[in-house]
């Protein structure tokens, strides 16, 4: 279940980032459950009249087929699906009424941050707070209220400890683009699929935001109107001349606690070795021993996406495309241990092999790694059968002479 939900949020963090402008709009949560299972309800009904259908009505019925999904979906939407997440944020603003009402304002972080990230960001401080700072900012002309949710410090610390301490390649680079966003762009969602795959992150902005309001709580801090979007900037134009180095330490606070919090997380998380990651490191090692261009590793990652080269045993078999037989300078083989496993779909690699050949010289190879697999002794894990041995052993004189 945890891989699952690892999976979707990096998923979710490649459609979010590039289209993040689209998607800031109250409502995306219910659209993010609904446009999945249209697409799935359709692939289904294809499938089920696949070898089915009268000659000539094909296009009839495909177009109809989806009309009618489509209707029956946004029904349920409309009738199951909506007043779920209203009731999701009825709780939730009932949460807060009561922590509110107990003088207990740092612990509303424990609702705005995990509603934050599923989307219901703007609910919460347009539909919540907003309306509670505006009556208090009528008689006291500043509400705290204001700076609950719109505060960049929490999930700047995310941001940071994604740019510093991430070991995937690809969201390691997304992030110092996403800290700009995020902080002088105001927009939030932009660190919300990086909680998303890996949940237990979300921690640090719940305390890091916890400590931030417990100190501007303790500093009768406040802004004078919504800050929207939520930068720096909106912050800081909203905060009366006194109160703006209170402020900023408020933000620091957060930033540095939520930084001090999700950096172990990230740091724990990276320990597990990646697809990408894994055919990273063998794509390098062969570009490093002199037997490809460094172009040869994008090819093996496009090589991946379009079909995997797991080979089944414990054992991936990583090779660029047939584009790119140009970069290969000699025909090589490398290989790397991963005794935890790497996740190729569905199963798990120990031995994770790159080739690179000029011509078919490389085919003697990975005849030599299939005879292997089809070695009846290989799924006894006591047995001295090659294949096993090459997953474990660190005798690389017995590895060379096995591979020549």
């Given at each position: 279940?945890?891989?699952?939900?690892?999976?979707?949020?990096?998923?979710?963090?490649?459609?979010?980032?590039?289209?993040?402008?689209?998607?800031?709009?109250?409502?995306?949560?219910?659209?993010?459950?609904?446009?999945?299972?249209?697409?799935?309800?359709?692939?289904?009904?294809?499938?089920?009249?696949?070898?089915?259908?009268?000659?000539?009505?094909?296009?009839?019925?495909?177009?109809?087929?989806?009309?009618?999904?489509?209707?029956?979906?946004?029904?349920?939407?409309?009738?199951?699906?909506?007043?779920?997440?209203?009731?999701?944020?009825?709780?939730?603003?009932?949460?807060?009424?009561?922590?509110?009402?107990?003088?207990?304002?740092?612990?509303?972080?424990?609702?705005?941050?995990?509603?934050?990230?599923?989307?219901?960001?703007?609910?919460?401080?347009?539909?919540?707070?907003?309306?509670?700072?505006?009556?208090?900012?009528?008689?006291?002309?500043?509400?705290?209220?204001?700076?609950?949710?719109?505060?960049?410090?929490?999930?700047?610390?995310?941001?940071?400890?994604?740019?510093?301490?991430?070991?995937?390649?690809?969201?390691?680079?997304?992030?110092?683009?996403?800290?700009?966003?995020?902080?002088?762009?105001?927009?939030?969602?932009?660190?919300f699929p990086y909680i998303l795959m890996n949940p237990l992150?979300?921690?640090?902005?719940?305390?890091?935001?916890?400590?931030?309001?417990?100190?501007?709580?303790?500093?009768?801090?406040?802004?004078?109107?919504?800050?929207?979007?939520?930068?720096?900037?909106?912050?800081?134009?909203?905060?009366?001349?006194?109160?703006?180095?209170?402020?900023?330490?408020?933000?620091?606070?957060?930033?540095?606690?939520?930084?001090?919090?999700?950096?172990?997380?990230?740091?724990?998380?990276?320990?597990?070795?990646?697809?990408?990651?894994?055919?990273?490191?063998?794509?390098?090692?062969?570009?490093?021993?002199?037997?490809?261009?460094?172009?040869?590793?994008?090819?093996?990652?496009?090589?991946?996406?379009?079909?995997?080269?797991?080979?089944?045993?414990?054992?991936?078999?990583?090779?660029?495309?047939?584009?790119?037989?140009?970069?290969?300078?000699?025909t090589g083989i490398v290989f790397?241990?991963?005794?935890?496993?790497?996740?190729?779909?569905?199963?798990?690699?120990?031995?994770?092999?790159?080739?690179?050949?000029?011509?078919?010289?490389?085919?003697?190879?990975?005849?030599?790694?299939?005879?292997?697999?089809?070695?009846?002794?290989?799924?006894?894990?006591?047995?001295?059968?090659?294949?096993?041995?090459?997953?474990?052993?660190?005798?690389?004189?017995?590895?060379?002479?096995?591979?020549?």
């Amino acid at each position: 279940m945890k891989n699952k939900v690892q999976k979707f949020g990096k998923f979710l963090s490649e459609m979010v980032m590039p289209n993040i402008g689209a998607l800031i709009a109250f409502g995306f949560l219910a659209a993010m459950i609904m446009g999945p299972l249209a697409g799935f309800c359709i692939k289904k009904f294809d499938q089920l009249m696949d070898g089915h259908m009268p000659v000539g009505f094909e296009m009839l019925i495909n177009n109809f087929s989806a009309g009618i999904i489509g209707m029956l979906l946004a029904i349920l939407g409309y009738v199951v699906v909506g007043p779920v997440m209203s009731g999701i944020l009825t709780v939730l603003a009932a949460g807060v009424n009561i922590l509110v009402s107990h003088s207990l304002l740092p612990l509303v972080t424990i609702f705005i941050e995990p509603a934050k990230v599923l989307f219901l960001n703007n609910a919460i401080n347009h539909g919540i707070f907003t309306p509670l700072a505006t009556a208090q900012a009528a008689e006291a002309g500043k509400s705290i209220m204001y700076m609950l949710e719109p505060n960049p410090g929490p999930g700047l610390g995310v941001l940071l400890a994604y740019m510093f301490f991430c070991k995937d390649k690809k969201t390691k680079q997304s992030a110092p683009g996403a800290v700009i966003i995020h902080v002088l762009g105001g927009i939030h969602e932009i660190y919300f699929p990086y909680i998303l795959m890996n949940p237990l992150v979300i921690i640090a902005p719940i305390v890091g935001n916890m400590a931030a309001v417990f100190w501007f709580n303790l500093t009768d801090c406040g802004l004078v109107g919504p800050a929207s979007p939520g930068s720096i900037i909106a912050y800081l134009m909203m905060t009366p001349g006194p109160d703006i180095w209170k402020v900023l330490v408020g933000v620091a606070i957060a930033t540095g606690i939520s930084f001090g919090i999700a950096s172990p997380i990230v740091k724990i998380a990276g320990g597990k070795n990646s697809l990408e990651e894994a055919i990273q490191a063998v794509g390098e090692l062969l570009h490093q021993l002199g037997y490809v261009d460094e172009t040869y590793v994008d090819a093996m990652q496009e090589r991946e996406k379009l079909i995997t080269t797991y080979m089944g045993m414990g054992v991936a078999i990583p090779h660029g495309t047939s584009q790119a037989k140009g970069t290969v300078k000699k025909t090589g083989i490398v290989f790397l241990q991963y005794p935890q496993g790497v996740d190729f779909g569905d199963e798990k690699a120990q031995l994770v092999f790159g080739i690179a050949g000029i011509g078919e010289e490389h085919l003697n190879l990975l005849a030599k790694i299939c005879e292997a697999l089809e070695d009846e002794q290989v799924e006894k894990a006591d047995c001295e059968c090659p294949l096993y041995k090459m997953k474990t052993t660190d005798d690389i004189d017995w590895i060379m002479e096995w591979l020549s």
